[in-house]
């Protein structure tokens, strides 16, 4: 593992809960959203993430871009022909899916969207989940600022060594 593969690992990390926290404000704003360009009520959506092995990704791009060799262990710290298990994992968006529960039926014949019978379909989106999904993306984001100012202040120490 790089020295500075943290940063991308958090940068990853901000970047995966920036698109979750994106995805809920969009639930939350359309949460009375009757008509979409679809048809019918807006349908919530939910982000899912997927755990991807960091070093090698970043081995395969940074091949394929620089048509360099992919990183090594330059002070051979690991064993011989043993690689850490689990390896280093980071984190993508692997999809946003869209939830097709049924949507909430409310009676109101004077809607422009009520059905004959007078019901219009409302999104199938409870606030206080958002609300609550919301607060978890936002601690996950901070906890990814945490680890990136963390392995900036190692940085900055090893940097601090080095020049005295």
Do not use: C, W
Not at 13 to 18: D, E, F, M, V, Y
Request: charged share 20%; aromatic share 8%.
């Amino acid at each position: 593992m790089a020295f500075l593969d943290s940063f991308d690992i958090s940068g990853y990390g901000l970047s995966a809960q920036r698109v979750r926290v994106n995805t809920i404000s969009s639930n939350i704003a359309n949460a009375q959203t009757t008509r979409t360009d679809e048809g019918g009520p807006y349908r919530r959506q939910e982000v899912v993430f997927k755990a991807i092995d960091f070093n090698s990704v970043y081995n395969q791009a940074l091949e394929r871009q620089t048509n360099q060799l992919g990183y090594s262990d330059p002070l051979k710290e690991g064993l011989s022909g043993l690689k850490p298990n689990p390896a280093i994992m980071s984190v993508i968006v692997d999809k946003v899916v869209r939830d097709d529960k049924a949507p909430n039926m409310k009676y109101d014949p004077s809607h422009p969207d009520a059905d004959a019978k007078g019901y219009v379909a409302y999104p199938n989106i409870n606030p206080v989940i958002e609300m609550a999904d919301l607060v978890e993306a936002t601690r996950s984001y901070q906890a990814n600022v945490a680890a990136f100012e963390s392995a900036k202040n190692l940085a900055n120490g090893a940097i601090s060594i080095l020049q005295s």
